[in-house]
């Protein structure tokens, strides 16, 4: 079954724009990872974040997480056409090669 | 991070005939991990293949429909078996990260269409 629950599902902006893509979960993680998928192609990861974080940043990518809330968000500013992808959230529920639980996706658009 | 080198990247299948897919990672891994991915759809995860031991299957998944070999700690193959046109979707392997810190690496996903 899905853990993860991104909203929204679909998302087209112009480039320049920033992207923010959330994510719900329901049981307690350890971790939670976002990754890319360009075209059905093999998964990039993006960004981790432990659950005793709260935010996270790697070059123009912002992470967030509220496990009070059991959610997360992806922020990505400055948006490019090359950021045309889909956007999977994934939770690990252990540590070091737990098995990922993958939300259901967003795609993303950025029109040029 | 590993690097994963998945075979073959796409196939059109005969229903009723199996495709092997492999996966062979440039590093010792404990752990691979075998997804699938419907069309339009996310990650369903199959197994957990262990070296030296059974693959662990997902509810869902067994292993006369999708056996697991794990001959050593960087290769793994998966094979779908007697498939039918619902197993059309994209197939992908995957390690994780010593210390977990990382995330995680998959391959480039096998595109199988079955006919």
């Known amino acids: 079954s899905q853990q993860g629950e991104e909203d929204p599902q679909a998302l087209s902006i112009q480039e320049g724009e920033n992207a923010t893509m959330n994510c719900s979960y329901k049981?307690?993680?350890?971790?939670l990872q976002w990754y890319r998928q360009n075209s059905g192609r093999g998964l990039v990861h993006l960004i981790l974040?432990?659950?005793?974080?709260r935010e996270k940043h790697s070059g123009r990518l912002r992470v967030t997480l509220d496990t009070s809330k059991k959610s997360s968000s992806l922020l990505i500013t400055a948006s490019r056409a090359a950021d045309t992808a889909s956007y999977f959230c994934?939770?690990?529920?252990?540590?070091?090669?737990?098995?990922?639980?993958f939300g259901k996706g967003i795609t993303l658009s950025v029109r040029p | 991070s590993a690097v994963i080198s998945q075979k073959p990247s796409r196939d059109i299948c005969q229903r009723g005939t199996s495709l092997t897919i492999q996966c062979q990672v440039d590093?010792?891994?404990?752990?691979m991990f075998w997804y699938r991915q419907q069309p339009g759809q996310s990650l369903t995860l199959i197994a957990t293949?262990?070296?030296?031991?059974?693959?662990?299957?997902e509810s869902g998944f067994v292993i006369d429909k999708f056996p697991i070999s794990r001959p050593n700690l960087t290769f793994s193959t998966l094979t779908v078996s007697n498939m039918s046109p619902e197993d059309s979707s994209i197939y992908l392997c995957?390690?994780?990260?010593?210390?977990?810190?990382?995330?995680?690496?998959f391959g480039s996903g096998t595109r199988l269409t079955v006919v």
């Open positions: 974040i432990r659950s005793n974080e």
């Open positions: 293949a262990n070296q030296g031991s059974e693959a662990t299957y």
């Open positions: 049981t307690s993680i350890n971790n």
């Open positions: 994934a939770t690990g529920l252990t540590g070091a090669n737990s098995k990922l639980t």
């Open positions: 995957s390690v994780g990260q010593a210390g977990g810190g990382y995330g995680y690496t």
């Open positions: 590093s010792q891994v404990t752990m």
